[in-house]
């Protein structure tokens, strides 16, 4: 298997939609469905998308995916084998989420923590059967890698604190990140913001 990572641009847009549209969560995985728009979007502009929903959820948030794709307000990295899109990250500048920690109180509380210019680690989807491939860590080492080439200060993640693993754990493990160098440096109930400094690393991690 080759795995190529790539920043998500217009040309992939497609190649985005045919991921959450036939893979993501073709397991039945319980967070689908799900076009990663939650980020990017306010609590009246989610509050307004669910009041849509009628008998159709999945249509009605891809239609608002592709609105935000199209006015560039999805941020982050595809996962590819050959040209099958298989792996998604939701990662780009603290600044431009609206919602960053899925919720108003933690969103605030992430804000409220930062420490410098941020690339912000969102989550994560990964095909049903390519997961425990490494793709979730190769998708966060070209989100560090590309942070440290522009100017970034840190890296965060946002993990949910749980007893045990679990497979639909979006926003990543704790151990994903800790393995790449990310410390805690902050909690509130049950998510953890994970960071690390790349201001003055060497380029191999």
């Not at 990662?91 to 108003?104: H, Q, R, S, T, W």
């Not at 100017?151 to 949910?160: L, M």
């Not at 990140?177 to 410390?183: H, I, L, Q, S, V």
Request: aromatic share 12%; glycine share 8%.
């Amino acid at each position: 298997m080759s795995v190529t990572i790539k920043p998500l641009t217009k040309d992939l847009i497609p190649a985005y939609l045919d991921f959450f549209d036939h893979r993501a969560f073709s397991d039945n995985n319980p967070n689908g469905p799900c076009y990663c728009t939650s980020p990017s979007m306010t609590a009246a502009s989610i509050q307004k998308m669910v009041s849509e929903f009628g008998d159709d959820v999945k249509g009605t948030i891809r239609r608002y995916a592709e609105r935000l794709l199209e006015e560039g307000k999805i941020h982050g990295y595809l996962a590819f084998n050959g040209d099958t899109p298989i792996g998604w990250c939701n990662a780009g500048d603290l600044a431009d989420y609206v919602n960053v920690g899925f919720d108003a109180e933690m969103s605030e509380f992430i804000h409220e923590n930062a420490c410098g210019k941020t690339m912000s680690v969102v989550c994560f989807a990964i095909a049903p059967e390519y997961r425990g491939k490494g793709i979730a860590t190769a998708l966060l080492q070209r989100a560090i890698f590309d942070a440290r080439e522009n100017g970034y200060a840190v890296v965060e993640g946002y993990a949910t604190v749980l007893d045990e693993p679990v497979y639909y754990d979006y926003t990543g493990p704790i151990a994903l990140f800790a393995k790449m160098g990310f410390y805690e440096v902050a909690r509130h109930q049950d998510r953890v913001i994970l960071r690390k400094d790349v201001r003055h690393e060497d380029q191999e991690d």
